[in-house]
C-alpha cells in the first residue's frame, strides 16, 4: 500500500512540474519592457517621492525592489510633445511635435519616425499601448501605424473633443472617443471606469504573451483633468479626489506587477515607472504638486519637467537603490535598445545609452550638456553639470494668483524673464537665487552649447531654424 501511495505521489509531483512553467526559460528570452506612463503627475506625488497623504504602496514597493532616480526629466513639459519625445529618443521640436495636439489635427507623428514599439517589433515583440495616445488622430498617425500591434484607449487628453468639424475643438466635459485599435468602440461621458479597464487589458496582455517577448505602454490619461476614479477608491485618499486618482493608479502598477509575478516574467522584465509633465497648478485642488521645485505643467523650471522615476528589473538593477545623475525621458530608447539587442533608428536621435547609470555603475551621464528644455521650439533653458541657466522668454505662473478648485481653472499670469539666470541646483533645488553674475564662466560655457544646439534644432525666441529638425506628418 505505501508504494502505490509514494507511485501516486510521484505522478503528482511530475504532472505539476510538467504544468509550471519553468522559470529559467523565461529569463533566457530577451527581456520585456513595462513603461507606466501618468498624465500631469507632480514630482510629490508618489509616497517614496515624498508624498505624505496619499499612499502608494505598490510603487514605494517598486522602488525598494529597484531604483529611484531624483533627476529625471520629460521630454517637454507637455502631453504630445512629452509622449514623441519619450517613444523616439528624440527632442521633439527635432521631429516637428509641438505642445498638445488637438481633436482633428492636421499633424501627427510621422510615421516614417521609428518608435519604441517599432524598434522591438523588429526583434520579434508583441506590442500594445492601452491608454492615451495624443500623437495625432488622424487615421494615418493612430498606434497601430506606429509599431503597435494592440491599442485599447484615447487619441488625445481626456478633456477634448471636437464640438463640430467647422467649428474645430473645444475643452468641455462631453463624449471622447474610446478606441480599440483602428475603431471608436464607444464615446465617453463618464470616465470612472478607464484606470479599471486600461489596468484589465494590460493583465491579459501579459498572460497572453506569457511566452512571447513583448513591449507593453500604459499611457494613464489620469491625473490629468477632469478627474476620475472608480467606486473602489473614491474618499479613499487623505488628498480628496487627486488622491483617489494616484492611488488607483498605483493599484494598477500593483496589478501589473501581480501579473509578472504569476507567470514568471518578473525576473526577465523591466517595469518603468514616470509621468510626462509636471502638475498643472492652475487647476488647485485637482492639480498634483512638484515641491520643492518651481512652477508646474507647461514651464521649463523644474516643477514643470522633472519628474518621478523609478525602473525595476531584479537581478538586473539593485534594490533600493537612489540615483541622481541626471537622465531625461529620450535616453529610454537608445537605453531599452542597448538591453534587448535592439537596432537603434537609421535616423539621428538625441538619447544616449543610460544603462550604466541604472545600474550604478557610472555617475556621470553621456550627455554633454544633460539637456536642452525646449518649449514649443523656444530654447527656454539648458542644464549643464550641477548649473541651469535660463534665457529670456515668457512663461506662465499661478503665483499670486487665486488657484482653481474642484475641476474648475484658475488664471494664470505671464511673466516676462528680461535676463539670463543661473541656478546651481545642487544647493537651490527651488531654483530661488539667481546667481548669472556670480558665475560668468558657467554662463559663457553654457551659450556656447546653446548656440551649437541652436543651429541644430532651432530656436524660435532668435528667429534660428535648425539644420536637423525633420517635419512632423500631415494631412490635407
Known sequence: MNRIIFLFMLIGLCTCKENKPAPEEKTRRPPNVVLIFTDDQGYRDVGVFGSGDIATPNLDQMAAEGIKLTNYYAAQAV?????AGILTGCYPNRIGIHNAMMPDSKKGLDPSETTLAEMLKAEGYRTAIYGKWHLGDHPKFLPTKNGFDEWFGIPYSNDMWPLHPQQGPVFNFGPLPLYENETVIDTLTDQTQLTTQITERSVDFI?????????????????????????????????GLYGDVIMEIDWSVGQILKALQEDYLA????????????????????????????????????GGQREPFIARWPE?????????????????????????????????????????????????????????????????????????????????????????????????????????????????????????????????????????????????????????????????
Request: glycine share 8%; net charge negative.
Open 267 to 302: 525576473d526577465n522584465t523591466l517595469v518603468i515607472f514616470t509621468s510626462d509633465n509636471g502638475p498643472w497648478l492652475a487647476y488647485g485642488n485637482h492639480a498634483g504638486s512638484a515641491l520643492p521645485y518651481r512652477e508646474g505643467k507647461g514651464t521649463a523650471w523644474e
Open 79 to 83: 502631453c504630445s510633445a512629452s509622449r
Open 207 to 239: 498572460h497572453r504573451n506569457k511566452d512571447n517577448p513583448f513591449f507593453l505602454y500604459v499611457p494613464h490619461p489620469q491625473p490629468h483633468v477632469p478627474l476620475f476614479v472608480s467606486d473602489k477608491f473614491k474618499g479613499k485618499s487623505q488628498r
Open 316 to 476: 538586473k538593477l539593485p534594490a533600493r537603490k537612489i540615483f541622481d545623475v541626471p537622465v531625461m525621458a529620450i535616453d529610454l530608447l537608445p537605453t531599452i535598445a542597448s538591453i534587448t539587442g535592439a537596432k537603434l533608428p537609421e535616423k539621428t536621435i538625441d538619447g544616449m545609452n543610460v544603462w550604466k547609470v541604472l545600474t550604478g555603475e557610472s555617475n556621470e551621464s553621456p550627455q554633454e550638456a544633460y539637456f536642452f528644455y525646449y518649449r514649443v521650439n523656444e530654447l527656454h533653458g539648458v542644464r549643464y553639470g550641477k548649473w541651469k541657466l535660463y534665457f529670456p522668454h515668457t512663461y506662465r505662473t499661478m503665483n499670486g494668483q487665486e488657484p482653481g478648485k474642484d475641476g474648475l481653472p484658475g488664471d494664470y499670469k505671464m511673466v516676462e524673464l528680461n535676463e539670463i539666470e543661473l541656478y546651481d541646483l545642487e544647493n537651490d533645488e527651488s531654483e530661488t537665487k539667481n546667481v548669472a553674475e556670480k558665475y560668468p564662466e558657467v554662463v559663457a560655457k553654457i551659450k556656447e552649447l546653446a548656440d551649437t544646439m541652436r543651429s541644430r534644432l532651432g530656436d524660435a525666441l532668435k528667429d534660428l531654424e535648425g539644420s536637423e529638425t525633420r517635419e512632423a506628418g500631415s494631412v490635407q
